[in-house]
């Protein structure tokens, strides 16, 4: 799909770091990159030559990180209302769920046919405590955001072994999991080092939707009692939302705005549902008939949704992702306004705005 656009000439299919500088080196020398691996190069009469797949490179032999090719600005960023001077460790590649609006399962799918290997690894706690340092000592990291779509994913053993060699630093940081993954050991003593905040994927508040249909698989106990271990220790959390799935319904969204009423974040996103080419929830898409142009590229998911469902339509779609926080910060006997809030007229904008900065004053 990407290479069929008239400005798209090369694409690198799988890792860029052992191919960008042959890459480079052969197009500023007129030669052709043919023998460079992991390329896909059209020719001038549009035929494709696909070039073989290398393996999944190892975490632990990248360099450190080069902060001198950005710009200052680049490493500021918002956390919780304060402004740090913030960078990125990267700890994973990669992950372990198998969730079917995401390009995650088709990445790791690829990489085994291709190359008989796992896309998903880690990086050694050796290694990523090298990153911590440098960010710290020769970076003046405030703040670290450790990048992975599941820290949590490291053992027992990895996650002591991170805090013997991170409590000599004991700079916040900021992590993300899942529901299920939240373990009592790993968070306090995450938390005994610095911990400061955590993102947790919800996406769906209705057990048996979820697992049907988002294909994520645990429970809203074990979510609950999650939520509970962060809260003894006193982590903030965020809960991360998806609202408008192939045959979702208005009344299954209010699953998830009852499920996060119990979970009680700090904060919360409620994005909407986007069918990224590939994934098997755009298959059931427009195998139902929700989405009409078979080769709509999806939007991002704070934009308008693209599926056209009967039973969940665009505009109602768009209006519960923006008053999800109202919804549950606010008491229910307030929720009949909240509805006349969802509702894209100038009079449901007008109570929306309303709505929002009384929000906004009271909760945040």
């Known amino acids: 799909k990407a290479i069929s656009f008239d400005e798209i000439d090369i694409i690198c299919i799988g890792e860029g770091e052992l191919i960008i500088v042959p890459l480079v080196e052969k197009l500023s020398a007129g030669q052709s990159p043919l023998k460079i691996q992991n390329l896909w190069i059209k020719n001038r009469d549009g035929s494709i030559v696909k070039t073989p797949m290398l393996p999944p490179i190892d975490l632990d032999s990248n360099p450190l990180f ?66 911590v340092r440098h960010f710290i000592e ?37 992590v993300q999991s899942y529901p299920a993954t939240i373990d009592e050991f790993k968070i306090k003593r995450l938390c005994d080092v610095g911990l400061h905040r955590i993102g947790i994927g919800v996406e769906h508040g209705n057990e048996a939707f979820r697992r049907k249909v988002a294909n994520r698989r645990y429970t809203n106990v074990s979510a609950i009692k999650g939520v509970d271990i962060l809260k003894k220790h006193g982590v903030q959390y965020g809960c991360n939302n998806i609202v408008g799935f192939p045959d979702e319904t208005p009344e299954l969204h209010m699953d998830t705005v009852e499920l996060n009423r119990i979970l009680d974040p700090h904060t919360a996103s409620c994005s909407i549902f986007t069918p990224f ?16 142009n078979i080769d709509a590229l999806a939007p991002t998911n704070t934009e308008r949704s693209v ?25 229910k006997e307030r929720w009949l306004e909240i509805e006349k809030a969802e509702e894209l007229t100038d009079e449901g904008n007008s109570i929306w705005l309303e709505l929002r900065e009384e929000c906004v004053e009271k909760y945040f």
């Open 66 to 131: 080069d902060t001198a090719v950005f710009e200052e600005s680049r490493f500021y960023r918002a956390m919780a209302g304060k402004v740090y001077r913030m960078l990125p460790v990267e700890t994973h590649r990669g992950c372990p769920c198998k969730c079917s609006f995401c390009n995650s399962p088709i990445q790791d799918k690829k990489y085994k046919e291709e190359t008989g290997r796992s896309y998903f690894r880690k990086k050694s706690i050796k290694n990523v405590l090298n990153d």
């Open 307 to 331: 599926l056209e469902m009967p039973f969940f339509t665009q505009d109602q779609i768009s209006g519960k992702s923006r008053t999800f926080n109202l919804y549950l910060k606010f008491p």
């Open 277 to 292: 080419h590939g994934t098997p929830l755009r298959e059931l898409a427009i195998k139902k008939g929700y989405l009409k």
């Open 138 to 174: 020769d970076c003046d990291s405030e703040y670290l955001f450790f990048w992975a779509d599941n820290f949590l994913a490291y053992s027992r053993k990895e996650i002591d072994d991170f805090c013997k060699g991170y409590a000599d630093y004991k700079v916040p940081f900021y």
